[in-house]
């Protein structure tokens, strides 16, 4: 069974600020791993992804993530943000295949404020 | 615009009632999804269709009964509605066997 943990549930931070997102996953098998972003009253929006190759991803506007294997760990960076950040981050993990199905991360909410 | 959308974006309705979502996607994708994300924003797969053909049935009571037409096609019939089915139900599509999914802009349903 696959499983994934976002610890943090809320990660308040100033503008401009560096932020890391944590996420640590669980899975028997290979993984595929996916942080989407969900701004307020909006669906979810993939950041990037994890299928292989690199380690080090980079995803759409300025974030990126590193796959860490030994740490079980898909955390997700911003050197710089911005107010229009503030959204919910959700981390996801998919074993592929016929089912594909996305087991999601509780949701960590990125505060930014000015 | 390619993506995937559902209607209606708003539902409001009374318990015992029945009520369908429908949600297509033009992006040309063999597998269709229907995901619950209550109202501590938790995301959980309920069905999921691959050409047409029932693939996941995760433990979902047989309230809930998803229709795909075709492909580009999955709606979601909800029987005697309750109180606890309130939440935002999120569309999603991607290739099949492949990994990312592309979501719609969800239907928010609050039984009354």
């Known amino acids: 069974a696959q499983s994934v943990t976002q610890l943090d549930s809320q990660v308040p931070v100033f503008e401009e600020a560096p932020v890391e997102l944590r996420c640590n996953y669980s899975?028997?098998?290979?993984?595929?791993l996916f942080w989407y972003v969900q701004y307020p009253n909006q669906g979810l929006q993939l950041l990037l992804k994890y299928l292989s190759g690199s380690t080090l991803v980079k995803g759409i506007n300025g974030f990126e993530a590193e796959f860490n294997k030994s740490q079980t760990s898909f955390h997700l960076r911003k050197p710089s943000v911005h107010i229009s950040d503030t959204a919910e981050y959700f981390c996801a993990v998919s074993g592929g295949g016929a089912t594909n199905k996305l087991i999601f991360g509780t949701g960590t909410l990125l505060a930014v404020q000015p | 615009d390619t993506a995937v959308s559902q209607t209606p974006k708003y539902l409001v309705t009374q318990m015992g009632n029945d009520k369908s979502i429908k949600c297509e996607q033009n992006l040309g994708h063999d597998t269709m999804y229907w995901y619950k994300q209550d109202s501590k924003k938790f995301l959980k797969i309920m069905f999921s269709y691959n050409n047409k053909e029932l693939i996941i049935n995760e433990t979902v009571p047989n309230r809930f009964s998803p229709k795909s037409p075709d492909k580009a096609h999955l709606n979601l019939h909800i029987n005697s509605l309750e109180l606890g089915d309130s939440a935002v139900y999120f569309c999603?599509?991607?290739?099949?066997?492949?990994?990312?999914?592309?979501f719609g802009p969800g239907t928010r349903l609050t039984v009354t």
């Open positions: 999603a599509s991607s290739h099949a066997q492949g990994y990312e999914q592309y």
């Open positions: 899975s028997s098998v290979s993984v595929y």
